[in-house]
């Protein structure tokens, strides 16, 4: 079983690139953004309570996230493995995904990054945002604060996962063919 966590900043491409990613390797994407929204959408408790911080542009916390999250793996008890998109976000989170994980008799193959500059990203999403509907896409101060918390909470994660032998960093700029191709043989290898 791979089970990858695709990282990087908001707007790197992580979405896109997952997409792609898991019919290549037959795996199962796992958004947490896209977890959150249909629990939003279909007005679960965890979903109310996860609208509440996403529209102040926060971090969903940790409790709730896990749970979302190991619903989803257990929804698919038959994967051949899993790309972890927007998750785990904070160092606590990767070490519930560990056990989570081992529990399991799994565990994560490698932490992916996209790099992408913050200045490119903020455009991105402005962008997205125009067609999306996404509200926490249309106000670059909401934004800058999701860039302020993955700089503070998020992007120490690097450490963990480099600590391990676990982290890969990968050029998000060029085409999505481009960077599709990079990431790919960054998972090949894993």
């Known amino acids: 079983m791979k089970n990858i966590v695709l990282f990087g900043p908001p707007g790197a491409g992580k979405g896109t690139q997952a997409t792609l990613l898991k019919e290549k390797y037959n795996l199962v994407h796992i958004s947490t953004g896209d977890v959150f929204r249909y629990n939003i959408k279909n007005q679960t408790e965890l979903g109310v309570l996860a609208k509440k911080y996403m529209d102040e542009g926060d971090l969903v916390p940790d409790e709730v996230t896990i749970e979302m999250l190991k619903a989803e793996v257990n929804k698919n008890a038959d994967a051949n493995g899993f ?3 927007g998750f785990p976000r904070t160092e606590s989170q990767a070490k519930a995904l560990d056990a989570f994980l081992s529990e399991k008799g799994e565990q994560i193959n490698g932490m992916v990054a996209l ?31 999701r860039f302020n918390e993955y700089n503070t909470k998020t992007a120490v994660l690097k450490d ?3 600590a391990q032998g676990n982290y890969f960093g990968v050029n998000g700029v060029g085409s999505i063919d481009e960077i599709t191709n990079r990431l790919a043989q960054v998972f090949d290898k894993l």
């Not at 992408?116 to 604060?145: C, F």
């Open 160 to 162: 963990y996962y480099q």
């Open 83 to 85: 790309i972890f998109d």
């Open 115 to 145: 790099e992408v500059s913050e200045d490119l990203l903020v455009e991105r999403l402005l962008e997205r945002g125009k067609t999306s509907g996404r509200t926490d896409d249309t106000d670059e101060g909401k934004i800058r604060n």
